[in-house]
């Protein structure tokens, strides 16, 4: 059966210009891209890319911040074939050494606003495999030696606006290496393939049942698949971007109402926040008609939606599995719904295949070949460990299905903390934490807040070493990033630990009533 078409990301855009050039594609702050420009725009990148000598099915990694130079480079790698690597702009210290070293690309394409962190990281590296940077903004990096420095304008200002010589990405092609947040210990390199942006693209419409025309507000940084998936939502259904530089509660329903939009996300706790801003007359006075995402908890649904006037559809999934894997169009509050029909859901426990009102892990396969990752980059052990030997992908998250085949999501059975949307790794902050000269060990937990979880980190002294949290933290906060920084340090003389001399996390306390609290006035 075929749930959506095999053509490609670039022959679609080349279409949409042929057949829709004045079709509004974007938005952003007073500029507005059509597609017959959007297409020049973006073949202008993909030949500047190859006049540097970027082949086919090299690696590049972008840090960037929302902004249409960064949709060029998406898509023109999604013309060329060359692949991008999306970094976190909230990666500072030794989180961003780890993922440019795993990333290995020979090119780095970064805003000026990050180059403090990316030479300082340099500088703890040395040799990161990179050999030439593209800057923009007047970034510069020269005195550090080593590589060639050329400035985005003199890469791209110039290059030809025709179709690019190379021959287009097949649908299985891979086109994105994302990261993972390394919520079980280093992070994984997610491949996505043509097939599975445009199987994303399609889940977002189907979840957010657009129709041509729609204007999608987009907060979401591009680096992360819940914002860059909108990009193939508009250009395979005739939506529209109105692309924000970045999220901000204060201001965001003047921004719906300036750019008419008609669809949202949401994720973590974005619902929250905007519930917080002060009641106004006019909330109900927007034009968005629906919210979609995940993370909408039961205690907010109907409040969200009846304060702003909005219909709220929740949904269930992961990179691995190409974003968006059920679907909640039926208002059954708390629920993240049923499977969209090209994938087959299923709840397990130790091998053991789970009824109605049982608890298990999400398991996924797809109806047709492609939609689910065949590996992690370069990492044969979370490959293994991440398919059954019948072929299911492990998502490691726990869920529940009621007699109605609704799924409900139950939280993650991987080590890891959800903070302002973020998956945290409790290795990641551990790592850092441990390299504190007067810290022996440490264990990383989550502890309910109002929005989702805080982070209490747990500490075992080095012999002599007095307790001073004020200190730990201040000399934590430039080697991580914010959303990575504990807001509570508790002390512990020992750890309850398994025969493997593994931390009980189980047995940590979860008050905020025996430690320190950074945040506290």
């Known amino acids: 059966m075929t749930y959506f078409s095999d053509e490609t990301i670039r022959q679609r855009l080349e279409r949409r210009a042929r057949e829709d ?44 911040s929302n902004h249409p130079d960064y949709i060029y480079l998406i ?59 593209i800057t923009r903004g007047g970034a510069d990096f020269k005195d550090l030696g080593g590589f060639r420095q050329i400035t985005f304008e003199t890469a791209f200002s110039d ?74 939502t508009s250009l395979f259904y005739g939506t529209s971007i109105a692309l924000l530089s970045k999220f901000s509660a204060s201001r ?38 629906i919210a979609w995402g995940a993370a909408c908890t039961p205690e907010i649904w109907d409040e969200f939606s009846e304060r702003f006037d909005v219909e709220i559809h929740e949904c269930y999934g992961m990179s691995e599995n190409s974003s968006v894997t059920t679907v909640n169009l039926d208002g059954v509050v708390g629920s993240c719904g049923k499977p ?10 130790n091998g053991k295949i789970l009824g109605p009102g049982k608890m298990g892990e999400f398991q996924v396969k797809g109806k047709i070949p492609g939609l689910v990752i065949k590996e992690y980059f370069r990492n ?23 007699e109605a085949g609704y799924y409900y999501f139950k939280g993650r059975t991987k080590e890891s903390v959800r903070h302002k949307g973020e998956n945290i790794s409790a290795w990641e902050v551990e790592r850092v934490v441990n390299d504190h000269p007067d810290v022996e060990e440490s264990a990383l937990v989550g502890v309910a807040s109002e929005l989702d979880e805080d982070l ?26 914010k959303y990575q920084l504990p807001r509570y340090f508790a002390f ?16 940590l306390s979860r008050s905020i009533d025996d430690c320190w609290d950074r945040l506290a006035k």
């Open 21 to 64: 050039a004045n079709l509004l594609f974007c938005q952003y702050e007073d500029e507005k891209i059509y597609y017959g420009d959007l297409d020049k725009n973006v073949n202008r990148v993909a030949n500047g890319l190859l006049n540097l000598g970027i082949k086919p099915g090299e690696r590049i990694s972008l840090m960037l």
């Open 75 to 133: 898509l023109a790698c999604a013309k060329t074939g060359i692949i991008y690597i999306p970094l976190n702009t909230s990666l500072r210290g030794p989180s961003l050494d780890l993922l440019l070293q795993l990333a290995d690309s020979r090119v780095l394409i970064v805003d000026a606003v990050f180059k403090d962190v990316i030479r300082d990281s340099f500088k703890r590296t040395g040799d990161t495999g990179i050999e030439m940077i």
């Open 159 to 232: 290059a030809s606006v025709n179709v690019p010589d190379v021959p287009g990405p097949e649908p299985d092609d891979v086109l994105t290496i994302s990261f993972t947040s390394g919520t079980t210990g280093v992070p994984k390199g997610v491949p996505l393939t043509d097939r599975m942006w445009h199987c994303a693209g399609h889940g977002v419409a189907v979840l957010a049942a657009v129709e041509k025309g729609d204007v999608m507000i987009m907060w979401e940084q591009l680096l992360h698949i819940g914002g860059a998936q909108m990009l193939y």
């Open 252 to 289: 965001f329903w003047d921004q719906v109402r300036r750019y008419k939009a008609t669809r949202m996300h949401y994720l973590g706790g974005v619902l929250q926040i905007l519930l917080k801003q002060p009641p106004k007359p006019n909330d109900k006075d927007n034009t968005i008609k």
């Open 340 to 349: 969209l029909p090209y994938f087959d859901v299923r709840l397990a426990d």
């Open 380 to 402: 044969e052990e979370a490959t293994a460990k991440s398919f059954t030997e019948d072929g299911w992908f492990c998502t490691g998250d726990l869920g529940m299905r009621d």
């Open 456 to 481: 209490k980190i747990f500490i075992k002294l080095v012999p002599g070493a007095k307790k001073n949290p004020s200190a730990i933290a201040q000399w934590l906060e430039p080697r991580m990033p």
């Open 492 to 507: 512990t003389d020992s750890f309850d630990k398994t025969q493997t001399e593994r931390i009980k996390k189980a047995s």
